[in-house]
């Protein structure tokens, strides 16, 4: 199975700040990586697939970069309604694996 | 817009089959490969399988000789049985759409989720 290293576990920010997550994979995934948002009682949210592309109707703030085994999740602009625990997902292989999360907070 | 709805019972027993269902609405089961996520509490995301039809239905290694995973296309609902489960097996159940395009794919969209816990 590939393993997921995702960073930090957990960070706290203030509004407007740039907020950036990483994702380190066991071996490369050449560009097979998504990332969702998730909610607690709300369905997760696929924000950025194929590492880089911006989901449908997803706030332009959110980007991701990376190829190989090395992938950033950047938020440009924290805003509130972006209180979530995001997660980093290989698609490359069988079986598809998750990182362990990574929990933002507001300062 | 397709949305997922997740249901079953919210108590299983140890030893017992868990099943769940998945309603999809606002599009068709067809021609999709369809997928179950869990999510324990406190834990990180785990996949549990994808189906597209019997022929096409792959299983996380890690669960394969317990899951069983199937779709009516009369009602438009896939469905996730679990069998002989432990206390280990407590968490929150997602469905997911296995979006395959020809340069990568992804789970979008998902269900909200349902918990499910094992206990006697």
């Known amino acids: 199975d590939i393993q997921m290293t995702q960073s930090p576990f957990s960070l706290s920010a203030s509004v407007g700040d740039r907020v950036t997550i990483t994702c380190r994979t066991s071996q490369s995934i050449t560009s097979s990586l998504n990332w969702y948002q998730l909610k607690p009682g709300k369905a997760p949210k696929l924000l950025i697939h194929a590492a880089s592309n911006l989901q449908s109707g997803v706030p332009s703030r959110f980007s991701g970069s990376g190829s190989g085994t090395d992938f950033t999740l950047t938020i440009s602009s924290l805003q509130p309604e972006d209180i979530a625990t995001y997660y980093c997902q290989q698609s490359y292989s069988l079986p598809y694996t998750f990182g362990q999360g990574s929990n933002l907070e507001i300062k | 817009q397709v949305q997922l709805q997740e249901s079953g019972p919210g108590l299983v027993k140890p030893s017992e089959t868990l099943s769940l269902t998945c309603t999809v609405s606002?599009?068709?089961?067809?021609?999709?490969?369809w997928s179950w996520i869990r999510q324990p509490a406190g834990k990180g995301l785990e996949w549990i399988g994808r189906?597209?039809?019997?022929?096409?239905?792959n299983y996380n290694p890690s669960l394969k000789s317990r899951v069983t995973m199937s779709v009516d296309t009369s009602k438009n609902q896939f469905s996730l049985k679990l069998s002989s489960v432990t206390a280990a097996d407590t968490a929150v159940y997602y469905c997911?759409?296995?979006?395959?395009?020809?340069?990568?794919?992804?789970?979008?969209?998902w269900g909200q989720g349902t918990l499910v816990t094992v206990s006697s």
């Open positions: 189906f597209y039809n019997s022929a096409n239905t």
């Open positions: 997911a759409r296995y979006y395959d395009s020809s340069r990568s794919n992804w789970f979008d969209p």
């Open positions: 606002g599009g068709s089961i067809n021609s999709f490969y």
